[in-house]
C-alpha cells in the first residue's frame, strides 16, 4: 500500500480567503482523488486528478471553486477558494491502489474550519 | 440512484459480545464492494474488497461476507481496539461511501 501525507493536518481560515491542501506519495501513481468528508455525513467524491490531463469534477463541484494541480506522479493539491463556513469539514487525498483491483489508500485528511 | 445505506449508525458492544455491521447498497454494475475503518482524526484504512456474491475475506476478529444486495461485517469477540467508524464502499464507476457505523467496544 502507498503512504500518503498531506499538508495541512489542519487550519482555520477567514471567509473569503482560500487554503492549498498538499498530499504527497511515496510512489507513482496514475488515478489521485480528493474528498469531503463533512459532519455526519459520508465520503464525497470531489474530482479525480490524473496526471497530465485537467481534472474531472463531480456533479455539484467546479473547478473554480475546487482548483485541482497535478504537476506529476507523486503530488497533488486542491484548492479551496473564497470559502465560506459552509465550506467546513475534512478533505482527503486517496490514490488507486497498484494491480487494478480498485482499492483505494486516503491519507490523513486536513481539518478545515472557516469562520 | 445509486445508494449505499450503513446501519446501524452506532452500535455499542461489551468487550467479546459478537455482532454484524449492515451494508445495504442499490446500484446499477456493481464492480466491488469496500470495507474501511476510520479511526478519529485520521484517513480511512482499507480492510477488505468483495467483487462477487457469495464471496467471504477474514481478517483478525473481522470477516465480510457479500450478497447481490448487502454486505455484512461481521465481528467476533471483539477488543476495545476494535472501536472505530466502519465505512462501506461500493464501485460504479466512481466510489460511492455509506455513512458508515460508529462502533464502540466496551472494556
Known amino acids: 500500500s502507498a503512504v500518503i501525507s498531506q499538508k495541512p493536518s489542519r487550519d482555520i481560515c477567514q471567509r473569503g480567503t482560500s487554503l492549498t491542501i498538499q498530499c504527497q506519495v511515496d510512489?507513482?501513481?496514475?488515478?489521485m482523488f480528493w474528498y469531503r468528508q463533512q459532519p455526519g455525513q459520508s465520503l464525497t467524491l470531489i474530482a479525480t486528478?490524473?496526471?497530465?490531463?485537467?481534472?474531472?469534477?463531480e456533479s455539484g463541484f467546479v473547478i473554480d471553486k475546487f482548483p485541482i494541480s497535478r504537476p506529476n506522479l507523486t503530488f497533488s493539491t486542491l484548492t479551496v477558494s473564497n470559502m465560506s463556513p459552509e465550506d467546513s469539514s475534512i478533505y482527503l487525498c486517496?490514490?488507486?491502489?497498484?494491480?487494478?483491483?480498485?482499492?483505494?489508500?486516503f491519507g490523513p485528511g486536513t481539518r478545515l474550519t472557516v469562520l | 440512484e445509486d445508494q449505499v445505506t450503513q446501519s446501524p449508525e452506532a452500535l455499542r458492544l461489551q468487550e467479546g459480545e459478537s455482532s454484524s455491521l449492515n451494508c445495504s447498497y442499490t446500484?446499477?454494475?456493481?464492480?466491488?464492494l469496500f470495507w474501511y475503518r476510520q479511526d478519529p482524526g485520521k484517513g480511512p484504512e482499507f480492510l477488505f474488497t468483495?467483487?462477487?456474491a457469495g464471496e467471504e475475506k477474514e481478517k483478525e476478529r473481522l470477516k465480510a461476507t457479500l450478497t447481490k444486495k448487502e454486505s455484512f461485517l461481521h465481528i467476533t469477540a471483539p477488543k476495545p481496539e476494535d472501536s472505530a467508524t466502519y465505512l462501506c464502499?461500493?464501485?460504479?464507476?466512481?466510489?460511492?461511501f455509506g455513512k458508515g457505523t460508529r462502533l464502540h467496544i466496551l472494556p
Open positions: 486528478a490524473n496526471q497530465g490531463s485537467e481534472a474531472t469534477y
Open positions: 446500484v446499477s454494475g456493481l464492480r466491488g
Open positions: 510512489s507513482q501513481v496514475t488515478m
Open positions: 468483495l467483487y462477487s
Open positions: 486517496s490514490v488507486e491502489a497498484s494491480g487494478g483491483n480498485n482499492e483505494q489508500f
Open positions: 464502499a461500493v464501485q460504479v464507476g466512481k466510489i460511492i
